[in-house]
């Protein structure tokens, strides 16, 4: 099976009631790479991730994932494909009632047969990577302030090394520096496991930072390239966005 | 990355761990996939290797196809469980990128992880008694400051009517009172209708069938009534209340609202209170109505006690007070209702899970409050004579 695109959408158009989100959108995603989702506010970003993972219907053309089309599968089949994904919504979205060790263990139970004891260790080991000290194990969702919760929602999408992350406004919320340092705690996630990433952000230091390409949603279509290619689009959207004052100045730092 | 690809090939054919000696050394090679699809295979014989006397130990990788997070995790445990019983570890034959992840996991001394809090079984047991207490201690003081909370901003309220908020005012009325009549009225006729039955089987034995008409009555107009439409209204409107206000918490809207500089109590809590107070007592109404109505249809059918006998010997039954005192209860227990509601709503902190919790003691607290009521109305009644 050649995968060098890890997913694949072609013709695929998604609407709510009559309002058309995504119109003849393609978007083809390298293994290996991270790309960078941007648009703006009710372009469709949020929308286009969860139709992705199939948390919404769309309504023509075709997705595929890892060389499958998941409309096709039988519920075996695509359970195996989750196994191979691992998804961060935007405030973390941690089973409230379990504690954050007992959040990163819940896809390890479900697709695995690991005894106890090591899926304890590996759940530390998980929290230990993303960041969090091991107090954090014990503690519930409502415990933890944002940064922690999307910390421990890494954690979780990580849980079975998945090959795909899918990543919503990772950054959103969260100072600048502990911005930063999740970047590169994705970018060096990245780089071990070999992760292929597709975020959507609005921060524009993460995309300098640490995306080898960009998608911008722009008209319910998809404009992709470097981070170079897209500056000398003359879209007035994407001059706006890489040319206003924020542009520039993260284009400086990066 | 291949960590998952590759985990149907080795299943069963191929020994995974080879164990062999080179020299002085004790050589362990892995094959296959060390991943989480093995992984739970081989965690435990891993787990038990021993080198025996070797002191210098080889692992060796370069067979492993794929190596993911959780299989790096038991090379790097197995690698620190050799070195700190005094042997040289080296690890040899990783790819680079292996080599990389294996650094990535890192070693740490002490590897337990502790998952949920934990405590003895016997010191639960006296914690949580002791933690109950407290709760319920602090719980009837914090209703009690509630309570009168609601009673001042009620007072306020009708000193300045104006900020009485109408339109949510009726929309409870709405909700609490008219979308409820017809399981009020379905009820109170089943009621009626179960009345009518026992009492006309037992008082038929002393030919005092006529006497079914007086149980109706009293039990319907007295009790009954007033009591069914309560806990229908507590399980429906006040755990509806809960809810609301409690999803509102969740979405910090209480918050956003008080620094906007809206009172909770005046927006959120009043409306309800008094949606609820005009509303029961009409239901109340209602429900005695429909009790009376299908006794008498049972009393017709079974009894063959006429529309008018029934009417008559009803007349004669009920006193002036009988009516009257089931209906001066409904404002009262419908005050209870959605001040305990309104109450645990507010409880609701942090979590969705809260909600669904407090909504069930919401109800619970206020069936069991309606009825201790009763109760005491009963005494205080008996005592006036009426
Ligand atoms: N469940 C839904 N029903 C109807 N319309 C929806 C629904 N979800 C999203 N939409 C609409 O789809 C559009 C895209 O929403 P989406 O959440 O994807 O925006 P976004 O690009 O993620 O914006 P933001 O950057 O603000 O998060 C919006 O116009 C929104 O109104
Ligand atoms: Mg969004």
Same mark, same amino acid.
Request: charged share 20%; glycine share 8%.
């Given at each position: 099976?050649?995968?060098?695109?890890?997913?694949?959408?072609?013709?695929?158009?998604?609407?709510?009631?009559?309002?058309?989100?995504?119109?003849?959108?393609?978007?083809?995603?390298?293994?290996?790479?991270?790309?960078?989702?941007?648009?703006?506010?009710?372009?469709?970003? !949020?929308?286009?991730? @969860?139709?992705?993972? +199939? =948390?919404?219907?769309?309504? #023509?053309?075709?997705? &595929? /994932? %890892?060389?499958? *089309?998941?409309?096709?599968?039988?519920?075996?089949?695509?359970?195996?494909?989750?196994?191979?994904?691992?998804?961060?919504?935007?405030?973390?979205?941690?089973?409230?009632?379990?504690?954050?060790?007992?959040?990163?263990?819940?896809?390890?139970?479900?697709?695995?047969?690991?005894?106890?004891?090591?899926?304890?260790?590996?759940?530390?080991?998980?929290?230990?990577?993303?960041?969090?000290?091991?107090?954090?194990?014990?503690?519930?969702?409502?415990?933890? !302030?944002?940064?922690? @919760?999307?910390?421990? +929602? =890494?954690?979780?999408?990580? #849980?079975?090394?998945? &090959? /795909? %992350?899918?990543? *919503?406004?990772?950054?959103?919320?969260?100072?600048?520096?502990?911005?930063?340092?999740?970047?590169?705690?994705?970018?060096?996630?990245?780089?071990?496991?070999?992760?292929?990433?597709?975020?959507?952000?609005?921060?524009?230091?993460?995309?300098?930072?640490?995306?080898?390409?960009?998608?911008?949603?722009?008209?319910?279509?998809?404009?992709?390239?470097?981070?170079?290619?897209?500056?000398?689009?003359?879209?007035?959207?994407?001059?706006?966005?890489?040319?206003?004052?924020?542009? @520039?100045?993260?284009?400086?730092?990066? | 990355?291949?960590?998952?690809?590759?985990?149907?090939?080795?299943?069963?054919?191929?020994?995974?761990?080879?164990?062999?000696?080179?020299?002085?050394?004790?050589?362990?090679?892995?094959?296959?996939?060390?991943?989480?699809?093995?992984?739970?295979?081989?965690?435990?014989?891993?787990?038990?290797?021993?080198?025996?006397?070797?002191?210098?130990?080889?692992?060796?990788?370069?067979?492993?196809?794929?190596?993911?997070?959780?299989?790096?995790?038991?090379?790097?445990?197995?690698?620190?469980?050799?070195?700190?019983?005094?042997?040289?570890?080296?690890?040899?034959?990783?790819?680079?990128?292996?080599?990389?992840?294996?650094?990535?996991?890192?070693?740490?001394?002490?590897?337990?992880?502790?998952?949920?809090?934990?405590?003895?079984?016997?010191?639960?047991?006296?914690?949580?008694?002791?933690?109950?207490?407290?709760?319920?201690?602090?719980?009837?003081?914090?209703?009690?400051?509630?309570?009168?909370?609601?009673?001042?901003?009620?007072?306020?309220?009708?000193?300045?009517?104006?900020?009485?908020?109408?339109?949510?005012?009726?929309?409870?009325?709405?909700?609490?009172?008219?979308?409820?009549?017809?399981?009020?009225?379905?009820?109170?006729?089943?009621?009626?209708?179960?009345?009518?039955?026992?009492?006309?089987?037992?008082?038929?034995?002393?030919?005092?069938?006529?006497?079914?008409?007086?149980?109706?009555?009293?039990?319907?107009?007295?009790?009954?009534?007033?009591?069914?439409?309560?806990?229908?209204?507590?399980?429906?409107?006040?755990?509806?209340?809960?809810?609301?206000?409690?999803?509102?918490?969740?979405?910090?809207?209480?918050?956003?609202?008080?620094?906007?500089?809206?009172?909770?109590?005046?927006?959120?809590?009043?409306?309800?209170?008094?949606?609820?107070?005009?509303?029961?007592?009409?239901?109340?109404?209602?429900?005695?109505?429909?009790?009376?109505?299908?006794?008498?249809?049972?009393?017709?059918?079974?009894?063959?006690?006429?529309?008018?006998?029934?009417?008559?010997?009803?007349?004669?039954?009920?006193?002036?007070?009988?009516?009257?005192?089931?209906?001066?209860?409904?404002?009262?227990?419908?005050?209870?209702?959605?001040?305990?509601?309104?109450?645990?709503?507010?409880?609701?902190?942090?979590?969705?899970?809260?909600?669904?919790?407090?909504?069930?003691?919401?109800?619970?607290?206020?069936?069991?409050?309606?009825?201790?009521?009763?109760?005491?109305?009963?005494?205080?009644?008996?005592?006036?004579?009426?």
């Amino acid at each position: 099976m050649a995968e060098d695109f890890v997913i694949r959408c072609k013709d695929v158009r998604t609407q709510f009631g009559t309002t058309v989100i995504h119109d003849n959108l393609d978007l083809d995603v390298q293994r290996g790479e991270v790309l960078g989702v941007v648009g703006a506010s009710g372009a469709g970003k !949020s929308v286009l991730l @969860r139709t992705i993972i +199939g =948390l919404n219907k769309h309504v #023509a053309g075709n997705i &595929e /994932i %890892l060389g499958q *089309d998941m409309d096709r599968l039988s519920v075996k089949a695509r359970k195996h494909v989750q196994e191979r994904w691992g998804v961060l919504f935007q405030d973390g979205a941690l089973f409230s009632s379990l504690t954050v060790a007992q959040n990163v263990q819940v896809p390890m139970k479900e697709h695995t047969n690991m005894p106890q004891a090591l899926m304890n260790e590996l759940a530390g080991v998980k929290i230990e990577m993303v960041g969090l000290s091991r107090d954090a194990c014990a503690k519930y969702p409502s415990e933890l !302030s944002g940064g922690m @919760r999307k910390r421990a +929602g =890494l954690a979780r999408s990580l #849980a079975l090394d998945p &090959e /795909i %992350l899918f990543l *919503d406004e990772p950054t959103a919320g969260l100072d600048p520096i502990s911005a930063a340092a999740f970047d590169e705690l994705i970018r060096s996630l990245q780089r071990s496991l070999q992760l292929t990433v597709f975020m959507v952000t609005h921060d524009l230091d993460s995309l300098a930072a640490i995306c080898d390409r960009i998608a911008c949603l722009v008209d319910k279509r998809v404009k992709i390239g470097t981070m170079q290619e897209l500056m000398q689009d003359q879209h007035p959207w994407l001059q706006a966005y890489f040319h206003g004052p924020r542009g @520039r100045s993260a284009r400086k730092a990066g | 990355m291949a960590a998952l690809q590759d985990s149907s090939r080795d299943s069963g054919t191929a020994e995974p761990l080879r164990v062999s000696r080179d020299g002085d050394a004790w050589v362990l090679s892995i094959v296959g996939a060390l991943d989480v699809s093995t992984i739970g295979r081989l965690d435990g014989r891993i787990r038990r290797l021993d080198p025996g006397e070797a002191r210098a130990v080889r692992i060796d990788l370069s067979q492993v196809d794929s190596l993911d997070t959780a299989g790096a995790w038991v090379v790097q445990r197995l690698t620190h469980r050799l070195e700190s019983g005094g042997r040289a570890v080296s690890i040899v034959g990783a790819k680079p990128t292996q080599a990389a992840l294996i650094e990535r996991v890192g070693r740490t001394e002490d590897r337990e992880t502790v998952i949920a809090p934990k405590s003895h079984p016997l010191l639960a047991v006296v914690q949580q008694t002791g933690e109950q207490t407290f709760a319920r201690i602090s719980d009837a003081k914090k209703i009690t400051a509630f309570f009168g909370l609601v009673a001042i901003t009620l007072v306020r309220s009708l000193a300045m009517p104006w900020r009485i908020r109408y339109v949510s005012l009726v929309h409870h009325m709405q909700q609490a009172g008219l979308n409820a009549i017809p399981i009020t009225t379905l009820l109170s006729v089943l009621i009626g209708v179960v009345l009518a039955y026992q009492g006309a089987f037992q008082l038929q034995r002393f030919g005092a069938e006529i006497f079914t008409v007086n149980l109706i009555g009293i039990s319907v107009l007295r009790e009954i009534g007033v009591l069914m439409t309560s806990i229908v209204i507590a399980g429906r409107s006040g755990s509806a209340f809960t809810a609301q206000i409690g999803t509102m918490k969740v979405n910090q809207e209480v918050d956003a609202m008080i620094t906007i500089g809206l009172d909770p109590a005046e927006v959120l809590v009043l409306p309800r209170v008094l949606a609820m107070m005009f509303t029961l007592p009409m239901l109340v109404f209602l429900a005695d109505i429909m009790g009376l109505f299908g006794g008498g249809v049972m009393c017709l059918l079974v009894l063959d006690i006429t529309p008018t006998q029934y009417l008559n010997q009803l007349h004669g039954a009920i006193g002036p007070w009988t009516f009257w005192v089931g209906i001066i209860k409904a404002p009262v227990f419908a005050f209870v209702i959605a001040m305990v509601g309104c109450y645990e709503g507010m409880q609701v902190s942090g979590s969705a899970e809260s909600v669904g919790k407090l909504t069930t003691k919401s109800v619970v607290e206020s069936i069991f409050l309606v009825i201790l009521l009763d109760a005491m109305f009963s005494v205080l009644f008996a005592n006036l004579g009426i």
